[in-house]
């Protein structure tokens, strides 16, 4: 069977589950996570195993830390997959939801009800967490998944849906509802994108440039999850000592990730107090910094940063820093830079606080918080397939409503149209 041939075939297979699994009961899917997050804790030693095999590739490779730092799991981060999918077992199902119902002038009842996308393909990279993570929330909102990982993952995906499948069939779960593409070659995503008889809706998670060439050549729905390209913006108004624990928290915690701080904006009026101890606090820390001219005028010590810093997702121990004279400036500077992730502002003043929220175009807008908490845990969804940073459909972490569509129910007793 040729590549082609085997993609169409777990397509079909998917398409076929998903007749099936939009009409399980939420008793029904519950179980199923519950008894896959049990498999995935009891088989901890298979897991880490498979995993290390692929460190071993990466490291032959000369793959970068951040990249490592992704695709690691531990016995903490497998525990925190499985607790991941009790949480979602827990959350009210989505699935025949009322979202509107209305009673019309001839006596037409309708109802506006949540209903599932049916197959979701997610075309993901080094992150193996987001194989349980996808298949958790597609099989509790009633969709079958095609899960298409990196190659630098694969034995750890391979394992880990291997183990979902094998505790999942026994509860009810339909054959076919979850579908592994075994293949590390690439062709495999431009065959994958072309499906749009079987597949329903393309969710990329990955790079800039893989997410950029799905959205241009596929045939089937995309829903992009951005690069984070984060702000924090420290006001004129902000408690100093604050700002430093939040701005730290957005570089340090994880600087790998999307809703990490990637460019600090300073205000002119508290920049010679505020910069010189940040500064410190980051350089203690390990990260390089690179600040505009102003910013070099207070802190010469660090690098001159130029235009495609400000464009820069860096995903790394490395910080812009630009001194900017107003709200007005930090707002335009967020909008005109950013990627429509997860920005924030430091200030106690209440006023430009709500300037800021209204006026920054992101999925995310913080006020004294950390841009760390965009993420559908923290959201209360539960997990997160994505964080999607278009406006089309879902805008934000995306939990178990946004892989969800609508339908209308029309009850009527023989009304016509005149």
């Keep these: 069977m040729t590549l082609k041939e085997k993609i169409k075939e777990n397509a079909s297979l998917a398409k076929i589950a998903a007749g099936k699994i939009k009409n399980l009961s939420a008793t029904v899917k519950n179980g199923i996570l519950l008894a896959i997050a049990s498999a995935l804790e009891k088989n901890e030693k298979e897991i880490l195993e498979a995993n290390r095999k692929d460190l071993h590739l990466t490291r032959e490779k000369k793959c970068s830390c951040a990249f490592i730092e992704r695709l690691t799991l531990t016995r903490e981060r497998i525990k925190s997959m499985a607790d991941g999918l ?24 309708i109802k506006k009800v949540r209903v599932p996308l049916g197959v979701i393909g997610i075309i993901y990279e080094s992150r193996p967490n987001v ?17 298409r990982g990196g190659s630098f993952a694969f034995n750890s995906n391979l394992c880990l849906v291997k183990i979902m499948i094998e505790a999942a069939l026994p509860k009810g779960l ?6 592994f593409i075994e293949t590390t070659e690439r062709e495999a995503i431009g065959e994958l994108i072309c499906l749009d008889e079987f597949i329903d809706v393309i969710i990329p998670r990955g790079g800039e440039e893989m997410i950029k060439n799905i959205k241009s050549n596929s045939s089937v729905p995309v829903i992009t999850h951005g690069k984070g390209l984060c702000h924090i913006y420290v006001d004129k108004e902000a408690i100093l000592e604050q700002a430093q624990k939040i701005c730290f928290n957005a570089k340090v915690q994880r600087p790998g990730v999307c809703n990490a701080m990637e460019t600090l904006l300073i205000h002119k009026d508290i920049a010679k107090e505020f910069l010189p101890k940040m500064v410190k606090i980051f350089e203690e820390a390990a990260v390089e910094l690179r600040g505009c001219k102003k910013t070099k005028k207070i802190v010469s010590s660090i690098k001159e940063a130029t235009v495609e810093d ?9 910080l812009s820093i630009k001194i900017v004279d107003s709200l007005n400036e930090a707002i335009e500077h967020i909008n005109q830079y950013g990627s429509q992730h997860s920005e924030a502002i430091i200030t106690e003043n209440k006023e430009r606080a709500e300037q800021f929220l209204s006026r920054v175009d992101a999925a995310s807008v913080y006020w004294n918080a950390s841009t760390r908490f965009s993420d559908g845990e923290e959201f209360g969804l539960g997990a997160e397939i994505g964080i999607s940073t278009q406006k089309l459909h879902a805008r934000g972490p995306m939990g ?11 009850y009527g007793n023989g009304q016509i149209r005149t």
């Design 86 to 109: 009790r949480k979602v077992a827990s959350l009210p199902d989505p699935v025949g939801e009322t979202i509107g119902e209305i009673v019309r002038y001839n006596g037409l009842r």
């Design 131 to 147: 194989t349980c993570d996808a298949a958790g929330l597609c099989l509790k909102s009633g969709n079958a998944v095609l899960l």
């Design 174 to 179: 339909p054959e076919g509802s979850i579908q």
């Design 310 to 318: 400000w464009e820069t997702e860096y995903l790394s121990l490395i």
């Design 400 to 410: 178990l409503r946004e892989l969800t569509t609508y339908k209308f129910l029309i």
